[in-house]
């Protein structure tokens, strides 16, 4: 699996858009990126993944670079229960286990 | 409700005892993994079972142990415990042997354990 890189932690005012990099440079062509979040202890949770093209669901977007070597998260329009660690995985579709990094302490603030 | 169920929610046990700590995957999922997570650290994978059979293995110390039984709950076994085991325990599920659907993984609640 492709080893990822996240700042550590981010702030952002409530309202505005987050947005979350990640740098994975060793990810192979077969390798997706996955986005998680932990709110405050709870089990993590799911936000979006791609491969190569941009994608948007109704909690995120992902913009993974041409050369995918990194991608950004984007919470569009961020409210204080987005206040949680985000993580960014790279991993194969039909791999195993993820393992998880030490994420992106995001902080919305009012 | 992410549809894994773990119980208990909260255990409190003293060192050098046994706990059990049980995961009901989400209806329809095949794989179970488990994950550790101490204070201030990330989640460290320990185990994996897909339809029964042991798939995978992380950073589990031989003290511990798990099972997938053929409803296919699991269970997470921790003997001999010390206070460096308290942590949170978290199961998740996924519908694929190998691991990935659309969605990855879906999480439990977790269970805390702490070590007195």
């Known amino acids: 699996d492709a080893k990822t890189t996240q700042p550590p932690s981010m702030d952002c005012a409530e309202g505005r858009a987050a947005n979350l990099p990640c740098n994975h440079s060793?990810?192979?062509?077969?390798?997706?990126v996955y986005w998680y979040r932990q709110i405050h202890s709870q089990g993590p949770q799911y936000i979006i993944h791609?491969?190569?093209n941009n994608e948007t669901n109704e909690m995120a977007s992902l913009i993974i670079t041409e050369d995918r070597k990194s991608s950004t998260l984007i919470l569009p329009h961020a409210t204080l229960r987005d206040t949680a660690v985000y993580y960014c995985i790279g991993s194969m579709y039909t791999g195993n286990q993820f393992y998880f990094g030490t994420g992106t302490s995001l902080t919305v603030i009012p | 409700d992410s549809g894994v169920t773990q119980t208990p929610k909260h255990l409190i046990t003293a060192t050098g005892q046994r706990v059990t700590l049980r995961c009901s995957p989400r209806s329809g999922d095949l794989s179970v993994y488990w994950y550790q997570q101490s204070l201030d650290q990330g989640l460290q994978f320990l185990i994996q079972y897909y339809n029964g059979e042991e798939r995978a293995k992380g950073n589990i110390l031989e003290r511990f142990s798990a099972q997938q039984f053929p409803d296919l709950h699991s269970e997470l076994n921790l003997s001999s415990l010390e206070l460096g085991d308290s942590a949170l325990y978290f199961c998740?599920?996924?519908?694929?042997?190998?691991?990935?659907?659309?969605?990855?993984?879906?999480f439990g609640s977790g269970t805390r354990l702490t070590v007195v």
């Open positions: 998740a599920s996924s519908v694929a042997g190998a691991g990935l659907t659309n969605y990855g993984y879906t």
């Open positions: 791609g491969l190569k």
């Open positions: 060793t990810i192979s062509g077969n390798e997706y």
